[in-house]
């Protein structure tokens, strides 16, 4: 286009305005060369849509103006020397795509939901990478942590930046409407316990119930334990000075209280108490066997009862009661244990029924003993003093029948005393085994000392 213009007056500045007026356009829109020693104007329009329809009607509307308008709005006369040219034109532009987009043609196109992207400056949609499977993610989301476990699932993966969503396990408290819950932050149920917020491995603890020890919920180490509570499956207090004790009862941590000391003392009575009636049972039976050769007439009802009783004695013998109570006393003692050993619930009627045959088993802990109160509230200690209790026993049977037999009361000899205990001996060994035995097998079967081996190999 040429304008009949002076140069010394012609603006560019002022001529790019009232184009941009006369084509509805911006005027960073239109570039203008002027040739040297004339006032021809070479006009560009970069159209804003850059579709094929957007530049076709912005050819239409440079068209549509003819040389009067051109002329009218630029004050000075113009002459056309050539036509509208549609080309395609380079244009060098910084680029500032952001993270969680792509960019087209100076567009920003974010990135769809369950992806994300981390990069600047991408230009296609491959750069949006998907999420892990069933985890979720809201739109232009710029890295992996994004990606949320949707409802019923959780993050086991502790690494950083990885996600690996997982069906929530059975003792877990997934709702169906929250989701992003991670391995950390995994609530628990009532009842179950875990070694620490790294574990997947949910344990149900042997008091399941509303009562647990194990109180559920989202924890920060093992547990979660009610207060006072820690240890394996929440049953160890979490104070070892004697001020507290655990009880079963109500897998609770209680205050020691005076009769820590009391049953004891009450115990170690019964004991001595029964010690002292056999003793005199024996005597008195010894002074009924005289009575026959000092007075025949008064000492018949006895001579009869003591007939009565050979031959129940000899009825005992051949039945033989002895091996089968024995066999029974086993059973019964192995039957209370597996429950609590191998973690299996029972159903109501047999639990009530090997709760009866308890009485059975010589349990130094359930005998109304509060150890912990009597500074003995370490897993090590009770360990030691459970298996060095039946020792000091033994040792004082042991003792009991050399010193009869050195006072001339027993058998004579020179291993009388220790040969006229051994019966008992063994009796005891068969009472405490299963309290022994309990407390090594209740250690392995804990959480923190299972371990995990490999695979093998092929």
Not at 171 to 188: E, M
Request: proline share 5%; net charge positive; charged share 20%.
């Amino acid at each position: 286009m040429t304008l009949e213009v002076e140069l010394d007056d012609y603006n560019d500045d002022d001529t790019k305005a009232k184009l941009a007026l006369l084509y509805n356009v911006s005027v960073d829109a239109i570039s203008l060369s002027v040739e040297a020693g004339s006032l021809k104007l070479s006009i560009t329009i970069l159209p804003v849509d850059r579709s094929e329809g957007g530049v076709a009607t912005l050819a239409g509307a440079i068209k549509s103006k003819s040389v009067a308008d051109i002329s009218a709005v630029l004050g000075s006369n113009a002459a056309m020397t050539t036509t509208v040219i549609t080309e395609e034109m380079e244009e060098e532009y910084e680029a500032a795509c952001q993270m969680g987009y792509w960019c087209s043609v100076g567009i920003d196109i974010p990135c769809g939901e369950n992806t994300y992207n981390g990069e600047i400056d991408r230009n296609n949609q491959g750069s949006c990478k998907l999420c892990p499977m069933d985890s979720v993610s809201p739109e232009a989301s710029i890295s992996i942590e994004a990606c949320a476990c949707k409802p019923g699932y959780y993050d086991e993966a502790t690494g950083e930046g990885e996600v690996k969503c997982v069906q929530c396990k059975t003792g877990s408290s997934c709702s169906n409407d929250t989701k992003g819950i991670t391995l950390a932050l995994l609530p628990l149920l009532r009842g179950y316990y875990r070694t620490g917020n790294t574990s997947h491995d949910l344990r149900r603890c042997p008091d399941f119930g509303e009562d647990s020890g194990c109180v559920g919920g989202v924890g920060f180490g093992e547990g979660p334990c009610k207060e006072w509570l820690k240890g394996p499956y929440c049953k160890l207090c979490n104070v070892t000075d004697g001020s507290r004790f655990y009880s079963p009862e109500g897998s609770a941590c209680l205050p020691c209280k005076g009769g820590a000391v009391v049953m004891p003392t009450v115990v170690c009575g019964a004991v001595i108490a029964t010690i002292a009636l056999a003793v005199l049972c024996r005597r008195l039976r010894s002074r009924c066997r005289t009575v026959p050769k000092q007075n025949k007439t008064k000492g018949k009802h006895a001579a009869s009862l003591l007939r009565l009783a050979r031959k129940l004695r000899k009825l005992l013998t051949h039945l033989s009661l002895k091996a089968k109570t024995k066999q029974l006393l086993g059973f019964f003692q192995v039957a209370t244990r597996v429950a609590d050993v191998y973690e299996t619930p029972m159903p109501e009627s047999v639990s009530q029924v090997l709760a009866f045959a308890e009485a059975l088993n010589i349990n130094i802990a359930g005998l109304g003993l509060p150890l912990q109160c009597l500074g003995i509230g370490t897993y090590q200690q009770q360990l030691a003093t459970t298996m060095l209790a039946p020792l000091v026993i033994a040792g004082a049977v042991v003792l009991g029948f050399v010193v009869r037999s050195c006072c001339g009361r027993g058998p004579k000899g020179r291993f009388a005393g220790l040969l006229a205990g051994l019966p008992w001996l063994l009796t005891l060994s068969f009472l405490v085994f299963p309290m022994v035995s309990r407390i090594p097998l209740n250690f392995q079967m804990q959480p923190k000392c299972r371990r995990v081996y490999p695979p093998p190999r092929r």
